[in-house]
C-alpha cells in the first residue's frame, strides 16, 4: 500500500526544537515532490515547504523566520522538516504530502497534492 507516514511530533517548550520525519512506504519518494504543511486549532491548512526530486526548496511564509527547515535522505526514504526555536503559534497538526501524479513534479501547492500523511501533533504550551 502506498503511504506517507509522519512521525516526531509531541510537546515541547517554547524555545525548543523538533525534528519530524515522513517516511514513505510502497514506493521512492525521491522521483517526487515532497511538501510539509500545518493547521492551527480552528485555522486553515498552511503551506510550510517542499523539497523537490532534485532537491529544490520552496518556502513560504515569512512568519516561520528561517526556524524551519526542509530535508531529504533517499538512502532512507524519509523526508524531514527540522523545527527551531518553537513558539505557542507552533502549535497545530503537521502533514507531509506528494503528488504522485506528477513525477518530478515541482509544484508546492496543497491543492496539487495528492497523498498525505495523518499528520503528527505538534504542541507549545504558553
Known amino acids: 500500500q502506498v503511504q506517507l507516514v509522519e512521525s516526531g511530533g509531541g510537546s515541547v517548550q517554547p524555545g525548543g526544537s523538533l525534528r519530524l520525519s515522513c517516511a514513505a512506504r510502497g514506493f521512492t519518494l525521491d522521483h517526487f515532490i515532497i511538501g510539509w504543511f500545518r493547521q492551527a486549532p480552528g485555522k486553515e491548512r498552511e503551506g510550510i515547504s517542499c523539497i523537490s526530486s532534485s532537491g529544490v526548496v520552496t518556502s513560504y511564509s515569512d512568519s516561520l523566520e528561517g526556524r524551519f527547515t526542509i530535508s531529504r535522505d533517499n538512502a532512507k526514504n524519509t523526508v524531514y522538516l527540522q523545527m527551531n526555536s518553537l513558539k505557542p503559534e507552533d502549535t497545530g497538526v503537521y502533514y507531509c504530502?506528494?503528488?504522485?501524479?506528477?513525477?518530478?513534479?515541482?509544484?508546492?501547492?496543497?491543492?496539487?497534492?495528492?497523498?498525505w500523511g495523518q499528520g503528527t501533533q505538534v504542541t507549545v504550551p504558553s
Open positions: 504530502a506528494t503528488d504522485m501524479r506528477a513525477l518530478y513534479g515541482s509544484s508546492c501547492e496543497d491543492r496539487k497534492m495528492d497523498y
